[in-house]
């Protein structure tokens, strides 16, 4: 039993340290611009400032810090709660 819980709380550990490690913009996707803007909380590709650090750490939907690929020439006709989507950091 003391075995089963180490073990799962060193996989825990690793899985952590994994997804820090990660931590960075999502790889380039070509076909898609990056729109700002959009993505819902713990869904952005990278950040562009202020309460976010990289890929999957925005904590707010539709931040304007913070971009999500999507496909090339789509971004300014999405429509979010919060407005359209932008090619620039709003």
């Known amino acids: 039993m003391k075995a089963?819980?180490?073990?799962?709380l060193a996989g825990s550990m690793a899985l952590a340290l994994?997804?820090?490690a990660k931590a960075g913009?999502?790889?380039a996707q070509p076909g898609a611009d990056k729109c700002y803007?959009?993505?819902l909380?713990?869904?952005?590709?990278?950040?562009?400032?202020?309460?976010t650090t990289c890929a999957g750490?925005?904590?707010?939907?539709?931040n304007p810090h913070a971009w999500k690929y999507v496909k090339k020439g789509t971004c300014e006709?999405?429509?979010?709660?919060k407005g359209h989507g932008s090619?620039?950091?709003m």
């Open 4 to 8: 089963a819980l180490s073990a799962a």
């Open 18 to 20: 994994a997804s820090a």
């Open 25 to 27: 913009p999502a790889p």
């Open 37 to 39: 803007g959009i993505a």
């Open 41 to 51: 909380a713990g869904k952005n590709d990278c950040a562009a400032g202020a309460g």
């Open 57 to 62: 750490t925005s904590t707010i939907d539709y």
């Open 77 to 81: 006709g999405i429509m979010t709660p």
């Open 87 to 89: 090619l620039t950091q």
